[in-house]
């Protein structure tokens, strides 16, 4: 292990093999770190955070500070972060409050730019990229492969859909649904993100029926209820369908239109 004099780490840390601290960073208690990850320098990763194997932290990133809840009391509360994250310069993610899933939680293979900021109790999956600047308020879930411009600002309680895109400078109060395209403030739809889901490998049997599903549910100008039954009716056994249907019909705050 590579670790700077100047860190200050508390005496109960776990460090995996090939953990690297750099200068002036601060490594609180209750804290495990898996092999091969670099915390850049003056870093401050703060109590009761799990951090995976071969994450990249870079130089003044705050991780697992107290969640900006008025309602949080102290509470033995923690983040926890899979592996092979990259979390880039001023990045802040708070731990949870004891509400909802109870934990603030990233997947694997993520991209978090600078100034981003991830809220108390959000939930992130894997292979998403948040670009500089995009904040996102508590209870915030995010799909796989979904991308948040830069500067958006995702309303609390929220939910993004897997590899669907968000538009830098947007501000979204409500549901993206999965395998879209979402802009404006307040965000709206823009059709199916094609682009992405042609770079993932989607065949054109996936595509074609999820256009169908899309055009069924926002532009047959039917009530949103009465459209995702017969969305359901017709629905061809493709699995991304499915989740796209079932995202639609399980949003409470209702989904972007």
């Known amino acids: 292990m590579k670790i700077h004099p100047t860190a200050i780490i508390a005496p109960d840390t776990q460090l995996g093999e090939g953990v690297e601290i750099g200068a002036y960073s601060i490594i609180g208690a ?10 850049g320098p003056h870093a401050v990763i703060d109590d009761f955070t ?10 003044f990133t705050s991780i697992g500070a107290g969640p900006q809840d008025l309602k949080f009391s102290g509470e033995k509360t923690r983040v926890v972060i899979g592996n092979f994250n990259t979390i880039r310069e001023f990045v802040t993610i708070h731990r949870s409050t004891t509400a ?8 694997d293979h993520n991209l978090i730019m600078a100034y981003c900021h991830v809220a108390h109790n959000c ?6 990229i948040m670009s500089n600047g995009a904040t996102l ?5 995010i799909e796989d492969y979904a991308i948040i411009g830069g500067l958006t600002g995702i309303h609390q309680f929220s939910r993004i859909g897997a590899h669907c895109i968000v538009g830098g400078a947007s501000g979204v109060n409500k549901d993206v649904p999965p395998y879209t395209t979402a802009a404006g403030n307040h965000a709206k739809l823009f059709g ?3 682009i ?36 359901e009716a017709e629905m061809e056994n493709f699995p991304e369908v499915r989740h796209f249907v079932q995202f639609i019909k399980e949003s409470k705050r209702g ?3």
């Open 30 to 39: 209750d804290v495990k770190i898996g092999n091969n990850t670099i915390i």
């Open 50 to 59: 799990h951090i995976g194997e071969g994450c990249h932290i870079f130089q």
């Open 100 to 107: 909802d899933i109870g934990v603030t939680i990233i997947g």
């Open 123 to 128: 939930l992130l999956g894997n292979h998403i």
């Open 137 to 141: 308020g508590g209870h915030t879930h």
């Open 192 to 194: 199916l993100n094609l």
């Open 196 to 231: 992405g889901l042609k770079r993932r490998g989607f065949s054109e049997e996936t595509i074609k029926a999820l256009k169908k599903a899309y055009r069924t549910i926002f532009r047959s100008h039917l009530l949103l209820t009465e459209a995702i039954k017969k969305a």
């Open 255 to 257: 989904v972007c239109r």
